[in-house]
């Protein structure tokens, strides 16, 4: 009976919480960027980057020819407690598709001066399969917010550098991938 008492109240605060947090926090100015919601109700933006694609051989991914998203910066300057749940708002052009069909989150492979992700890799004319990696790929729940942003629910996520990136699926001529970035420790 004890153990339901608490169930029943911790719903409950994480409902209100919710409720609150969402009446509070107003959507992101820009399409790309992100806040990241905080235990007592508060936000942050997150840092925002331009990414840089590079292709060529990875030895890590065991590609003659991988697509990376690479970051400036071993680390990003958001940081997060690793016991927090992680709830974000990101804002997109308008909030009517699937958010994991415009909202990728990944997990980074940080290095002192880089951080990086293998998005695809090509190995034709080789016996190895041509891929995109979703390995690397965090998930989440996501529902609308306001009118052109999505409140996303990455539960815990490990200890690690991550980074947010948006499309849009209104433009076949995206100019820059801006990214979003965070770190949990």
């Not at 051989?57 to 016991?83: C, H, Y």
């Amino acid at each position: 009976m004890k153990k339901l008492y608490v169930a029943i109240l911790f719903s409950t605060l994480f409902l209100a919480f919710n409720l609150f947090a969402k009446a509070q926090i107003k959507e992101p100015d820009f399409i790309g960027e992100s806040y990241i919601i905080k235990i007592d109700s508060s936000y942050s933006k997150l840092d925002k980057s331009i990414g840089n694609f590079t292709s060529g051989m990875s030895f890590s991914s065991n590609s003659w020819n991988a697509l990376s998203l690479e970051v400036d910066g071993g680390k990003a300057q958001t940081r997060i407690a690793p016991a927090e749940k992680i709830m974000l708002i990101v804002r997109a052009v308008d909030n009517n598709s699937d958010p994991m069909s415009i909202i990728t989150i990944y997990k980074f492979n940080a290095k002192k001066n880089k951080r990086t992700v293998v998005v695809s890799k090509d190995n034709s004319g080789t016996v190895m399969k041509s891929r995109t990696n979703s390995k690397e790929m965090i998930k989440f729940d996501g529902s609308k917010y306001g009118s052109s942003s999505y409140i996303l629910d990455l539960g815990h996520l490990k200890s690690g550098e991550y980074g947010v990136v948006v499309s849009n699926p209104n433009s076949k001529d995206e100019k820059r991938v801006i990214v979003s970035g965070f770190g949990v420790d």
